[in-house]
């Protein structure tokens, strides 16, 4: 074998070892930017209060739907942190869309909101809101179009 075929060989295989550590050559992975997150991509979804009864919270699922799709005065959080001392709801799913929505809201009874997005692990929206009763926090609302939900 030639010096030649050897060094081409040497760099196809360099190139496809890189694009498979770096997920550019696994079919089925989104590859879209997280700020614009596409088809197979992960969503994570993370609403949080300081009280456990909410006056109630949703999201858009991985099918542009409202989630949970009964939203309703007094929805429960799940999960509470000893240490922080807030209650949270986490949710992850995969977008079917090819354009997906991400946006989230959460009410509080209490004093304190927060909402939170991540996109493949990377934080797209964040926000935290503090007031004396009914603390709302709303993530992604500004690029959210109502037109493009599924109300079904």
């Known amino acids: 074998m030639g010096v030649r075929r050897r060094m081409t060989m040497v760099a196809v295989a360099v190139a496809v070892a890189m694009a ?19 088809a197979g991509d992960r969503i994570t979804v993370q609403v949080a209060s300081d009280q456990q009864s909410t006056y109630g919270y949703w999201w858009v699922d991985g099918h ?14 799940r999960n509470y942190n000893p240490k922080t001392g807030l209650w949270s709801t986490t949710t992850t799913f995969t977008s079917h869309q090819k354009r997906q ?5 959460i009410t509080s009874w209490g004093g304190y909101a927060r909402c939170t997005i991540w996109v493949n692990g990377v934080r797209v929206h964040h926000h935290v809101y503090r007031a004396p009763i009914l ?3 709303q993530c992604g609302i500004t690029t959210f179009d109502p037109n493009r939900i599924d109300y079904r």
Do not use: K
Not at 20 to 38: C, D, E, K, N
Not at 66 to 77: E, Y
């Open 135 to 137: 603390a709302q926090a």
């Open 20 to 38: 498979v550590v770096l997920g550019l050559a696994i079919p089925g992975t989104a590859q879209a930017s997280p700020r614009y997150p596409t």
């Open 64 to 77: 542009h739907r409202m989630s949970p799709r009964a939203p309703r005065v007094g929805m429960n959080l």
């Open 101 to 105: 929505q991400t946006a989230a809201n």
